[in-house]
């Protein structure tokens, strides 16, 4: 029965383990701006292109993207940009098809 359970307790440590290298790189946490980030977000006047501008007040350096919500058609996400503590950049996004930007926001994640 001693060795059954070592068994069971070696196969889940395994299990965990190869599990856990088969996490994608995106499943680091992503969340939305907070005290440490301040954004503010764009649209164009033809209402299809739409921007992230965001400055990093932490201390240390993360990486955003713009989310956007498109109309009638598929959402679309601007590029991850690394950000240095102090710094300000955007990230852009362009709806395609449908009728437009229907709303703009940032995904943040800490390095």
């Given at each position: ?14 299990t ?13 946490v ?82």
């Amino acid at each position: 029965m001693r060795n059954v359970r070592r068994a069971l307790t070696l196969g889940a440590a395994l299990t965990l383990a190869a599990v856990a290298q088969l996490a994608p790189a995106e499943a680091v946490v992503k969340r939305p701006p907070g005290g440490g980030e301040s954004c503010t977000y764009s649209v164009s006047a033809d209402g299809r292109d739409a921007t992230a501008v965001c400055k990093n007040n932490n201390n240390h350096p993360i990486e955003f993207r713009a989310v956007i919500i498109c109309g009638w058609t598929w959402d679309e996400t601007g590029p991850w940009v690394t950000l240095q503590p102090g710094k300000r950049k955007a990230s852009s996004g362009r709806c395609v098809g449908g009728s437009g930007v229907g709303g703009v926001s940032a995904d943040v994640r800490d390095l």
